[in-house]
């Protein structure tokens, strides 16, 4: 899909998190959003929902979520009547942490490497085989990580596909306060096996 992010840019510099979820879908290609059922990852779900709910909306389930996690997400996928599709690894996480001897720390970088590719990124791809989009409406966030920051509302993933983020300025207080202002329902107990550590990518962003 051909667009000038300069002028996208420009031109939603200063519009509400909806209006940048109404012109993604304005743009006519075929559009996908993600989640990830974290903290706070209702307020995607909500938001692209309220436009319209058919936007086929991607969760890649690695596998090594908690239990607080899974019933907040059946909650939402529920209330918010989403049209959800679970990508999941290849292998079980307790095959895998058999054959892997856990999941690997940050410095063990080949190993954490293969993890991710296998708990998120080759799920992904299949995702993005399948679905094919032109755009990919996501939850990221300027403050989040260093990587974040290079970015903007709309850019172009390394695999070409338009990235839009409604949410993309907001802060931590602009987040908690529309959790509040909707009564939404966030897991007290997230785990991501691929970060580890917080101000770290998952690899969904940064993969070539």
Same mark, same amino acid.
């Given at each position: 899909m ?6 996208? =840019?420009?031109?939603? @510099? ?5 209006? &940048?979820?109404?012109w ?7 559009? &996908?959003?993600? *989640?990830?059922?974290?903290? =706070? ?23 090594? =979520? /908690?239990?607080? *996690?899974?019933?907040v997400?059946? @909650? /939402?996928?529920?209330? /918010?009547? /989403? =049209?959800i599709?679970?990508y999941?690894?290849?292998?079980t996480?307790?095959r @895998? ?42 939850? &990221?966030?300027?403050?989040?990580t ?20 409604? &949410? ?18 966030? !897991? ?13 990518? !998952? ?6």
């Amino acid at each position: 899909m051909e667009l000038d992010l300069d002028s996208a =840019n420009a031109a939603l @510099r200063d519009a509400s998190p909806a209006e &940048i979820v109404r012109w993604a879908l304005d743009q006519g290609g075929r559009t &996908i959003a993600t *989640t990830s059922m974290g903290r =706070n990852a209702a307020v995607m779900l909500h938001l692209v929902s309220r436009v319209d709910p058919s936007v086929p909306t991607i969760w890649v389930d690695t596998g090594y =979520n /908690l239990r607080d *996690t899974y019933i907040v997400a059946e @909650r /939402l996928i529920r209330d /918010l009547d /989403l =049209n959800i599709h679970v990508y999941s690894p290849q292998m079980t996480s307790e095959r @895998r942490n058999a054959i892997m001897g856990g999941i690997p720390t940050v410095d063990e970088t080949e190993r954490h490497a293969e993890f991710t590719r296998q708990v998120k990124l080759e799920p992904f791809d299949r995702a993005l085989a399948e679905f094919q989009p032109d755009i990919w409406l996501t939850g &990221i966030r300027r403050e989040e990580t260093e990587h974040r920051k290079t970015l903007d509302i709309v850019s172009r993933d390394a695999r070409g596909v338009i990235k839009v983020a409604p &949410i993309f300025h907001w802060s931590d207080t602009d987040v908690a306060e529309y959790m509040a202002r909707f009564d939404l329902p966030t !897991c007290k107990h997230y785990f991501d096996p691929t970060k580890v550590l917080d101000g770290r990518e !998952c690899g969904l962003h940064t993969a070539a």
